[in-house]
């Protein structure tokens, strides 16, 4: 028993002024030591052990005012509104208020394409981000299958959730049957390339479930130099986290 009154565990949540902090062990870490996760909205505090789990709860404590400043910097949460205009692949989306289904209208003359969505507040915001879903699982579909198409790999199993931690998952089938694949909604609000990026990187993993050499390369034979995508995602990730939280 420690000095927090129990013992710790890997994946235990501590709350230090009012944030959550995640204790983590790494068994390839050489020290203790703080990051914020953007994503998730919390910090991880890692540790080389088990045994060292207090040691990292206890610097968690330390940086009390360190973690209040990271998460001070992160986008606020908001609700979506009529009125609004937002991107869903890189394209103007108009927010418009309306009965019946929630629904995509595309207009025919080219103009901007409108969500109509019943209520307000959060129930709006549900409505909107449903609508969402739909077009990103129309559209990562779609992807999916061309890149699966080129790397001669059987068109996977798609869905698309609300991820939290990863923006893509996969999940290979035996012996050259068709594996899974799983998307988070929130692609839909980043760059079309971007979303692309990410079909791309988790059909390679059809060909080699791993981040070695040749992953890279079945990467950049289908969409290029990949930094640029990682780097957007790094940098705006916790932006489209926000939305509708």
């Known amino acids: 028993m420690g000095p927090f009154g129990r013992s710790l565990s890997d994946g235990d949540r501590l709350e230090v002024a009012g944030a959550p902090v995640r204790l983590k062990v790494n068994r390839r870490a050489r020290r203790v030591s703080l990051r914020l996760d953007r994503t998730k909205r919390e910090v991880v505090a890692t540790a ?67 969500i109509v969505a019943m209520g307000e507040g959060e129930g709006f915001t549900r409505a909107v981000i449903l609508v969402i879903r739909r077009k990103a699982t129309e559209v990562l579909t779609a992807r999916t299958a061309h890149y699966a198409e080129r790397l001669g790999a059987p068109m996977p199993k798609v869905t698309v959730a609300d991820a939290k931690s990863r923006w893509g998952s996969c999940k290979p089938g035996p012996r050259g049957t068709p594996g899974q694949i799983r998307y988070s909604w929130r692609l839909a609000l980043a760059p079309f390339e971007v979303a692309d990026y990410v079909a791309a990187h988790e059909c390679a993993h ?20 990949e930094r640029r995508y990682r780097a957007w995602l ?12």
């Open 48 to 114: 080389p052990s088990l045994r060292r789990l207090p040691e990292a709860a206890a610097f968690a404590h330390e940086r009390a005012g360190w973690i209040a400043e990271r998460l001070a910097e992160l986008p606020q949460a908001r609700l979506l509104a009529p009125g609004e205009l937002i991107e869903v692949f890189g394209r103007p989306v108009r927010l418009e208020s309306g009965s019946g289904r929630a629904r995509w209208v595309e207009p025919i003359d080219g103009s901007t394409p409108r």
């Open 206 to 225: 059809l060909r080699e479930l791993n981040h070695g050499p040749r992953f890279w390369a079945h990467v950049r034979a289908l969409v290029g130099d």
């Open 234 to 245: 790094r940098a705006e990730g916790a932006r489209l986290h926000a939305i509708g939280k």
